[in-house]
């Protein structure tokens, strides 16, 4: 019979309370996937650190929330407690405490969430039926002559596309086919000037587009008859709605979206300007050439001239003074030459006669002795008595070179520099 302890050892290893809540935190974090939730904020906390954290609720149930200070700075909504929103975001498992919440990444005001989810909705249902697919999709002709642009004729984007196209210096037209751009009725005005352009048949490209603005204001260009026409149309389209941040379903649909509506205008002009670019260096080049060749020609014309000159008889003899006179100056610069150098032989032999000669030898040598002699005067005695010293002699008359041997008594003579004074040592 097995004892408690025997059971109680056959039990499973127990998790601690970390490595549970990690388990968990796994499991929802890999199991859920990121997702649009809709509700109402409370609790609203904004954090020093710049972290907003909040609770989403509705009648049933309350979801914890942070939004991290890196994404709340891009943000446009303002948050505030009892504000119906919708937000985008991961779900995770804070830990510390056990709970999980939704780290947010993106906050949208309800109605334009409601918008945005009509967008998804559409734009994956129209994707399904190969609306956007890149074999339906048209090449730009690389130089158009006429271009239909769809917009409003009073609002900025015709300025600007007209500014770029005209700095640019583009030689084709632009036809404003005009609609509106915002508001109820816009995308069936939209479609009527895709149809009318397509029945004129003057147009090389057709452009769509207006000036940028909030998810609302550019909804006409999300609505689906609008997708269809331009996927449809038989002309060229260029997309080139709002900033470069807006994405419309027309852009999806479209040939090629363009950023702005300027940068629709740069996109159709560019091969007309690179070709204007390769025209203007290949007329650089021309001129070039042809002022190097009229130049050579000149060139040569000058140096047939010239020879022609020389062949005549007054050539001839202008040559034969030109030699004469070139002869003359050779021999004048040779006859100067050789006086020069002959001129500088005599001067080097005066100087080396008179480096050798006795004359200077004896001054040199009077100038050696006499700096002899006045070096052994100034050596002499006499010199030194006359600066000032002594010389002390014994009674025989000699110098006393050393105290030291010189008794007390003794008499001595002192030799100044004008006479002897005799004296006793003591």
Same mark, same amino acid.
């Given at each position: 019979?097995?004892?408690?302890?025997?059971?109680?050892?056959?039990?499973?290893? =127990?998790?601690?309370?970390?490595?549970?809540?990690?388990?968990?935190?796994?499991?929802?974090?890999?199991?859920?996937?990121?997702?649009?939730?809709?509700?109402? +904020?409370?609790?609203?906390?904004?954090?020093?650190?710049?972290?907003?954290?909040?609770?989403?609720?509705?009648?049933?149930?309350?979801?914890?929330?942070?939004?991290?200070?890196?994404?709340?700075?891009?943000?446009?909504?303002?948050?505030?407690?009892? /504000?119906? +929103?919708?937000?985008?975001?991961e779900v995770s498992v804070y830990e510390a405490r056990g709970q999980y919440q939704l780290i947010v990444r993106v906050v949208v005001d309800d109605g334009v969430g409601r918008l945005q989810q009509q967008f998804e909705q559409l734009k994956v249902r129209l994707a399904a039926e190969g609306l956007f697919a890149a074999?339906?999709?048209?090449?730009?002709?690389?130089?158009?002559?006429?271009?239909?642009? #769809?917009? @409003?004729?009073?609002?900025?984007?015709?300025?600007? %596309?007209?500014?770029?196209?005209?700095?640019?210096?583009?030689? &084709?037209?632009?036809?404003?086919?005009?609609?509106?751009?915002?508001?109820?009725?816009?995308? *069936?005005?939209?479609?009527?000037?895709?149809? /009318?352009?397509?029945?004129?048949?003057?147009?090389?490209?057709?452009?769509? &587009?207006?000036?940028?603005?909030?998810?609302?204001?550019?909804?006409?260009?999300?609505?689906?008859?609008? +997708?269809? !026409? #331009?996927?449809?149309?038989? /002309?060229?389209?260029?997309?080139?709605?709002?900033?470069?941040?807006? %994405?419309?379903?027309?852009?999806? !649909?479209?040939?090629?979206?363009?950023?702005?509506?300027?940068?629709? =205008?740069?996109? #159709?002009?560019?091969? %007309?300007?690179?070709?204007?670019?390769?025209?203007?260096?290949?007329?650089?080049?021309?001129?070039?050439?042809?002022?190097?060749?009229?130049?050579?020609?000149?060139?040569?014309?000058?140096?047939?001239?010239?020879?022609?000159?020389?062949?005549?008889?007054?050539?001839?003899?202008?040559?034969?003074?030109?030699?004469?006179?070139?002869?003359?100056?050779?021999?004048?610069?040779?006859?100067?030459?050789?006086?020069?150098?002959?001129?500088?032989?005599?001067?080097?032999?005066? @100087?080396?006669? =008179?480096?050798?000669?006795?004359?200077?030898?004896?001054?040199?040598? @009077?100038?050696?002795?006499?700096?002899?002699?006045?070096?052994?005067?100034?050596?002499?005695?006499?010199?030194?008595?006359?600066?000032? %010293?002594? #010389?002390?002699?014994?009674?025989? &008359?000699?110098?006393?070179?050393?105290?030291?041997?010189?008794?007390?008594?003794?008499?001595?003579?002192?030799?100044?520099?004008?006479? *002897?004074?005799?004296?006793?040592?003591?």
């Open positions: 019979m097995k004892t408690e302890l025997d059971l109680v050892g056959e039990r499973p290893r =127990a998790e601690s309370v970390s490595e549970f809540t990690r388990r968990i935190k796994t499991a929802l974090e890999a199991g859920v996937r990121p997702g649009w939730v809709r509700g109402e +904020v409370s609790n609203l906390r904004v954090q020093a650190s710049g972290h907003v954290y909040f609770s989403l609720k509705d009648a049933g149930a309350q979801l914890g929330a942070v939004l991290f200070r890196g994404d709340a700075i891009r943000q446009t909504v303002r948050l505030q407690d009892g /504000l119906q +929103v919708v937000v985008y975001g074999e339906r999709k048209k090449p730009l002709p690389p130089m158009p002559l006429t271009i239909g642009f #769809i917009t @409003s004729p009073t609002g900025a984007a015709v300025q600007d %596309f007209v500014r770029i196209i005209t700095r640019r210096k583009w030689c &084709g037209r632009v036809v404003v086919l005009p609609a509106k751009v915002q508001g109820e009725g816009a995308a *069936t005005e939209i479609v009527a000037m895709l149809r /009318l352009a397509e029945r004129l048949k003057i147009f090389d490209l057709v452009v769509v &587009g207006r000036g940028g603005g909030s998810l609302e204001d550019l909804w006409a260009f999300n609505e689906e008859p609008l +997708v269809r !026409a #331009i996927a449809s149309c038989a /002309l060229p389209t260029i997309s080139a709605v709002g900033h470069e941040i807006d %994405f419309t379903l027309c852009d999806f !649909a479209a040939d090629v979206r363009a950023e702005t509506p300027s940068a629709a =205008a740069e996109l #159709i002009t560019s091969h %007309f300007v690179s070709c204007s670019e390769r025209v203007g260096q290949a007329a650089e080049a021309m001129t070039a050439l042809v002022d190097a060749g009229v130049q050579h020609a000149a060139t040569r014309l000058d140096h047939a001239r010239s020879r022609l000159r020389l062949l005549t008889p007054a050539g001839q003899i202008e040559q034969g003074f030109l030699r004469l006179d070139d002869l003359t100056n050779r021999l004048a610069a040779a006859w100067r030459h050789s006086t020069h150098r002959r001129r500088e032989e005599l001067a080097e032999l005066r @100087s080396l006669l =008179a480096q050798r000669s006795p004359e200077k030898r004896f001054q040199l040598e @009077s100038h050696r002795l006499l700096a002899l002699w006045k070096r052994l005067q100034a050596a002499s005695p006499t010199s030194v008595l006359n600066r000032g %010293f002594v #010389i002390m002699r014994d009674a025989a &008359g000699r110098p006393v070179m050393r105290r030291q041997g010189v008794a007390p008594g003794t008499p001595l003579g002192a030799q100044f520099a004008d006479g *002897t004074l005799p004296v006793r040592a003591e």
